[in-house]
């Protein structure tokens, strides 16, 4: 089994800035991609950002076309199950939960969810 904390959602005026932690831990495998996914209201659940680890796909970064610029994903070199999403010049739209994610395998597991709200 797979566990995913995550951390550091929260409310922030449109154009300011936050970062968003997620530790995994349990059986995780050398080879995986972890993500960041978000459901705002009314819409179903997108990949905002996700980062391969492991052989020689390591390092892979992929992001939405909507953040692009903005949002940055990193790995914690030290401790390479725990996954950041750096969220800047945020705007209105981007407000949803936030949900980490991570695919192994066949397998994929969630976190319980972060809320970030961004005012206008």
């Known amino acids: 089994q797979v566990q995913l904390v995550e951390s550091g959602g929260g409310l922030v005026q449109a154009g300011g800035s936050l970062r968003l932690s997620c530790a995994a831990s349990?059986?995780?495998?050398?080879?995986?991609?972890m993500g960041w996914y978000r459901q705002g209201p009314g819409k179903q659940r997108e990949l905002v950002a996700a980062?391969?680890?492991?052989?020689?796909?390591?390092?892979?970064?992929?992001y939405a076309d909507s953040v692009k610029g903005r949002f940055i994903i990193s790995r914690d070199n030290a401790a390479k199950n725990t996954v950041y999403l750096q969220m800047n010049s945020l705007k209105p739209e981007d407000t949803a939960v936030y949900y980490c994610?991570?695919?192994?395998?066949?397998?994929?597991?969630w976190g319980q969810g972060t809320q970030v709200t961004v005012s206008s």
């Open positions: 994610n991570l695919a192994q395998g066949t397998r994929a597991y």
């Open positions: 349990g059986s995780i495998a050398t080879i995986n991609t």
């Open positions: 980062i391969t680890s492991g052989g020689i796909i390591n390092g892979i970064k992929n």
